[in-house]
């Protein structure tokens, strides 16, 4: 980061911290922003944390005495940190040579998160620009929680290194609750924070699946709190919940489940298996055992995970308190013959083994000095042992039946065994159970290869664990003796993952490789359209083309979130929540979606990458709002866009306008161009790029024009699409070129291209809100949400070229109330121009502007153009406007409506439509501007 703080000399400081004397030294917490996908500062999710360091922008970190070596004791990994230097030291030569806290902030956040358990490394600190002392701090996070905890955390901590007279800090409950436990205390901090990162996590095995769906570039969504993910996108996607997956089947999965009830199935196939009776009752228990022969295994019939498993039973006794404890589980149990042998668990996935592992049961080994109880411990400070499935092994649990297993073996919890004795703890193998792994994989004979792969496709899983009881599973079940003993669904990948001996296996790549066979695409286009006007009305037209080539279209406009042609949520739905909502429906083939500023902003976009991206104009719109103070940083949101175009996509960009045709240096993918100009082709960039080959389209004499590989060919004329009124509406004959541009660079044909524009009509239907024209009673009434100065220059050209002669343009028009004063008074002397009379309105939602305040800044600058105070009316909303524009309004007039509530006021303007003549007399509003 750039330091740009006044200097300090030396001398100052080195008396001490205890002499410094500072004003206003409190830090501040401005605001936080969670990005979930590309953004202003980067493609990858992060937290920004917008800091004021106050008077410590005063204070870089080599004029504080002892505060990194402070630092770096609490947190030793710091010392690792390559920062600008790329190599290990790197940040601790930055705050030797004098960083700013800012910076260390965002280092600490980083760290705290890692030592967590966290995979994070990434962050970056910026200042602000125009705003000295103020910082944006970014860095990666595993999950937003924990991420936000960590943030508040790390500013805790270094604040608490400081001299007292720095540490006062405001707005850290923007962050969240602050953990339970002291702001230097950094051990505890950890682990409170390993708790957030694993309660918020995904355990090994969904962990290891959507790694390795993120490495095939597939893109992995977390539909819940557990472990719900859906890989791919829209009708492309698949899910997973652990290692069931999407093909996994309902039968075989309830089949598994049923244990005896697979065994007979394995039997009747040919496959060994113990002998087994299913009991209801002690008695029927002792009976079954007594029939097949003692030892024997009792278990719940529906159990998993080796709970109520009891293996190696020898008499009666035995069998009861088994039977007990299986019962306990399930109303059925089974009684089962003991194989010979130990545990072996094979991976079966699609027809095929990719892992084996033998499965030691829980255990300790005596060293003559501790008790069981205490080896236990010992055994569960491993730091691979967590509780459940958080880590790779399971703590081992001291519970009833531990103490069963060791007193059938006349042993108990106190007891201290002779070194090197190995004490079972368990009779199942489970890792679940305080278990461990032996890879195998290598080891495995053919035979109990194909025995397992037969048993897979007999219970008809497509993921299966297949539990062999074997003495030695490098020997065929036929010599040794052994079978199978259970199959099962959702079986556990942390054995193979990270086996406690042996080989690691990557069983996460064939089952994704199994989702998604070689071919298979995962991810459904997206296209996705930004600009300052004219998105609305280009992303339906895109959408009326694709759907026209045969796809299920879902988009997304200010209106509302649409499916296959049907409105599914009414919402200003031009932000990531909405394209995400689209992503996630499986009924959908293409994606086109309208994103606004606001939600790049916010928390970036709903997509990680598209397929088509295109930046329709960029003009003066929200300025003074989140640091977009000109037209330029508003280029720079709106070119995250066709940043985050696929390598093997392409960027749509506007010829005409000098900020789009700037952003062609940082675009991805390929560059389409397309201009309204009649003289495109003979201007660059256009001429330059057709002459290499490239691809851009323009409005011909008679014609849009398509370019490709030095080649031209014509889509249809521009007059004969509805939408631009017969080529009059200027604005939609470029949103016409965009959509074309977009959808024949994706490949659609151009004739599907041309009959897609061609139905499009500007109507209520087609496009809502967007130029709709009804004529009624000799009055022809225009609704058009412009609601910027651009979009109200492009729709007083058209008004011009509609006006009849003799007749009046009435218009009804408003801003929100966090615009400028100077915006509010521009766009007053605008409608000024553009209208005979003037409705101004105000609300919905004035954002804290008082009632009036808005109305009258905009008259204030009507008056100002010299416009006739009688010709300007002041209303409270649009409701009450658009009356006063219909009951003012003459055969011959044009009645133009900008509307916020675009449904409400098009039912107003339908029920004039279709109501009787009115009776026309000459009155004043109820409402009116009163000068002076």
């Known amino acids: 980061m750039t330091m740009n703080a006044n200097d300090v000399s030396g001398a100052a400081i080195r008396t001490g911290p205890a002499s410094l004397r500072v004003t206003g030294a409190t830090m501040r917490v401005i605001e936080r922003n969670v990005y979930r996908g590309p953004h202003l500062y980067s493609a990858r999710p992060m937290i920004r944390v917008r800091l004021d360091l106050g008077a410590l922008e005063q204070w870089p970190t080599d004029r504080l005495p002892g505060f990194a070596d402070a630092l770096v004791e609490q947190l030793p990994g710091l010392a690792s940190h390559g920062c600008s230097y790329g190599e290990p030291g790197g940040f601790l030569k930055r705050m030797e040579e004098g960083t700013w806290v800012g910076h260390v902030i965002e280092h600490v956040a980083i760290e705290l998160q890692a030592r967590a358990g966290a995979d994070v490394t990434r ?132 089949l598994a489940a049923n244990k005896h009830a697979a065994k007979d199935l394995l039997k009747a196939a040919g496959l060994p298996v113990p002998r087994g009776e299913v009991v209801r009752t002690e008695d029927e228990a002792i009976a079954a055992a007594q029939r097949i022969g003692w030892p024997v295994v009792i278990k719940p019939l529906d159990g998993n995970q080796g709970r109520g498993v009891t293996t190696g039973l020898g008499n009666e006794t035995q069998a009861i308190e088994a039977f007990e404890r299986a019962a306990a589980i399930s109303r059925r149990v089974i009684v089962e013959q003991q194989l010979p042998g130990t545990d072996h668990r094979l991976l079966v996935v699609a027809g095929q083994l990719v892992a084996v592992a033998e499965r030691v049961p829980a255990h300790v080994i005596g060293d003559g000095r501790h008790s069981i109880g205490e080896l236990i411990d010992i055994v569960n400070a491993d730091s691979r042992r967590g509780a459940g499935h958080e880590a790779v092994l399971t703590r081992i649990r001291i519970d009833d039946a531990l103490h069963h297993f060791l007193e059938q073996y006349g042993r108990s919890i106190s007891g201290i065994p002779d070194a090197g004795t190995r004490i079972w703890l368990r009779g199942a193998a489970n890792l679940s159970t305080g278990g461990t792994a032996i890879d195998r994989t290598d080891d495995v004979h053919p035979d109990n290869i194909a025995i397992a792969i037969q048993a897979a496709a007999t219970i008809g899983l497509d993921v299966a664990g297949i539990d062999m009881m074997t003495p030695d599973i490098s020997r065929s079940l036929a010599e040794t003796g052994g079978g199978i003993v259970e199959v099962n669904a959702a079986p556990g990948l942390r054995m193979h993952i990270a086996p406690s001996e042996g080989t690691p296996r990557d069983v996460a790549a064939p089952i994704v490789a199994s989702l998604f066979t070689k071919g298979a695409k995962s991810r459904i286009p997206i296209f996705a359209i930004t600009g300052t006007n004219g998105k609305t009305t280009t992303v339906r037209m895109v959408a009326k083309i ?53 939600g790049i902003l916010r928390e970036g976009l709903g997509f990680d990458a598209c397929d088509v991206g295109a930046v329709l104009n960029v003009t003066a719109d929200h300025l003074g709002m989140k640091d977009i103070h000109s037209v330029e940083d508003l280029a720079r949101v709106k070119s995250v866009v066709v940043e985050s175009v696929k390598r093997s996509g392409y960027s749509i960009l506007n010829a005409d306008d000098p900020l789009t045709v700037k952003m062609a240096r940082h675009a991805r993918g390929e560059i389409v161009w397309f201009s309204g100009a009649a003289d495109a082709v003979e201007r660059n960039p256009i001429r330059n790029h057709i002459e290499g080959g490239g691809m851009a389209v323009v409005c011909g004499s008679n014609s849009i024009l398509f370019y490709k590989d030095g080649e031209r060919f014509p889509v249809l004329p521009g ?69 910027n100065p651009a979009a109200l220059d492009a729709l007083s050209i058209l008004l011009e070229k509609l006006r009849p002669a003799g007749g009046r343009i009435l218009g009804m028009i408003g801003l929100p109330g966090d615009r400028r004063d100077s915006d509010l008074r521009d766009v007053g002397a605008q409608a000024a121009g553009m209208f005979d009379e003037i409705m101004f309105r105000e609300g919905p939602d004035n954002r804290g502007r008082a009632l009036g305040s808005i109305n009258a800044l905009m008259a204030e600058g009507a008056l100002a153009a010299g416009k006739d105070p009688a010709s300007i009316h002041c209303l409270a909303n649009e409701h009450d406007a658009t009356d006063c524009c219909l009951e003012r309004a003459r055969p011959g007039d044009i009645v133009v409506l900008t509307p916020t509530d675009i449904e409400g006021i098009w039912a107003r303007v339908q029920r004039f439509a279709n109501s009787p003549a009115p009776k026309r007399e000459e009155r004043s509003p109820v409402l009116g501007y009163a000068h002076g």
Request: charged letters at 20%; proline letters at 6%; aromatic letters at 6%.
């Open 719 to 787: 007059s004969e699409i509805p939408a631009t009124l017969g080529g009059a509406a200027a604005f939609n004959v470029l949103n016409a070129l965009a959509a074309t541009a977009m959808t024949a660079a994706y490949g659609i044909p151009l004739p599907t291209i041309a009959a897609g524009l061609a139905a499009f009509q500007p109507s209520f239907e087609d496009s809502p809100g967007r130029l709709n024209i009804v004529e009624a009673h000799g009055v022809k009434v225009v609704v058009d949400y412009a609601h």
């Open 123 to 254: 962050g970056k600190t910026r200042s602000v620009k125009d705003r000295p002392g103020v910082y944006d701090i970014l860095f990666c996070y595993a999950d937003e929680r924990s991420g936000l905890a960590a943030a508040r955390a790390a500013i805790a901590l270094v604040t608490a290194l400081l001299p007292p007279q720095f540490q006062a800090v405001e707005g850290l409950d923007r962050l969240g609750p602050a953990l339970e436990t002291r702001p230097d205390d950094s051990d505890q901090i950890i682990a409170l924070l390993g708790k957030m990162v694993i309660t918020n996590g995904l355990g090994p095995s969904t962990a290891a699946l959507v790694a390795e769906a993120r490495r095939r570039h597939i893109p992995a969504m977390r539909l819940d709190t557990a472990s719900l993910i859906q890989f791919g996108t829209g009708s492309r996607q698949r899910r997973i919940r652990a290692s069931v997956t999407s093909a996994t089947s309902l039968i075989g999965a309830e």
């Open 546 to 598: 694709l759907a026209g080539a045969g796809k299920r279209v879902g988009f997304t406009t200010t209106t509302g979130v649409y499916v296959d042609g049907r409105k599914q949520v009414k919402s200003d739905a031009s932000g990531p929540q909405s394209a995400r909502m689209i992503l996630r429906n499986p009924t959908v083939d293409a994606a086109v979606f309208e994103t606004a500023r606001g």
